[in-house]
């Protein structure tokens, strides 16, 4: 990349991810105002959101590895607004389930939590979000130092849980499911196959 380039897209580019970032919810509140989200706009706007919660997950996890295969650092400059985003995500997937769906029947809810493995593993994966969101920045990187990362590896196991979500709540049709846990797996051998070059080298 060259010197200018390289200063176009420090630039551009953090206002650009996020503008990118925000559009799938503008279009969906667009979409649910202009009633174009089907027969059954709640669950459609449930689903939506919760759909873009793990893609959301899975781009984060993408930019260590694009770093490697680019042999530049600029993937990592965008890794924690993507994971805001992912957790901003989620956060409308479940405040719009229990406002929505439940109308914040919150016994209902408790007993869903219990019951039903697909809300169990999804509210897995949420509550291990909040960690990750609340030392996310710079302070805690390095209030934390080595720790923030062996924290932070969490995020896989937070991407396990959410496919698992979807792979537990669809009945038939499991194509988008395994989609998203061939691309996990993928994701997760790269990073293996990295850290192990790695160690082979020190030792
Ligand atoms: C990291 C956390 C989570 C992620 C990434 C996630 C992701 C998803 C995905 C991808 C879907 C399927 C969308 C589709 O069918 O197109 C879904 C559906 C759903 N999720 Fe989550 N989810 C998460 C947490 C939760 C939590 C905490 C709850 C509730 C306690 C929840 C409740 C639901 C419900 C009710 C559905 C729709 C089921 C239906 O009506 O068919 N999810 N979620």
């Known amino acids: 990349m060259t010197p200018d380039s390289a200063k176009l897209l420090q630039r551009i580019g953090t ?17 649910l105002l202009t009633d174009a989200l089907g027969a059954n706009p709640i669950e459609a706007f449930i689903r939506h959101n919760g ?17 490697y295969v680019l042999k530049q650092s600029w993937p990592l400059r965008y890794r924690r607004m993507l994971g805001l985003f992912a957790f901003f995500y989620v956060c409308i997937h479940l405040s719009s389930y229990i406002v929505l769906d439940q109308f914040f029947d919150w016994a209902e ?13 999804g509210m897995t994966a949420f509550l291990l979000l909040i960690p990750l969101v609340v030392t996310s920045n710079k302070m805690m990187m390095k209030r934390l130092g080595r720790n923030w990362q062996r924290l932070h590896r969490l995020v896989y196991v937070i991407a396990v849980c959410a496919v698992l979500h979807y792979f537990w709540l669809v009945k038939a049709d499991l194509y988008w499911p395994t989609v998203y846990a061939v691309l996990l797996l993928a994701l997760f051998t790269i990073r293996i196959a990295k850290s192990h070059a790695q160690r082979t080298r020190i030792s």
């Open 15 to 31: 206002p650009l991810v996020f503008t990118l970032s925000l559009l799938p919810f503008i279009l969906l509140v667009l979409q």
């Open 51 to 67: 759909e873009w919660g793990l893609r959301f997950l899975l781009l984060t996890l993408t930019m260590t590895p694009l770093r």
């Open 109 to 121: 809810i408790w007993a869903d939590i219990l019951k039903r493995p697909f809300i169990t593993v």
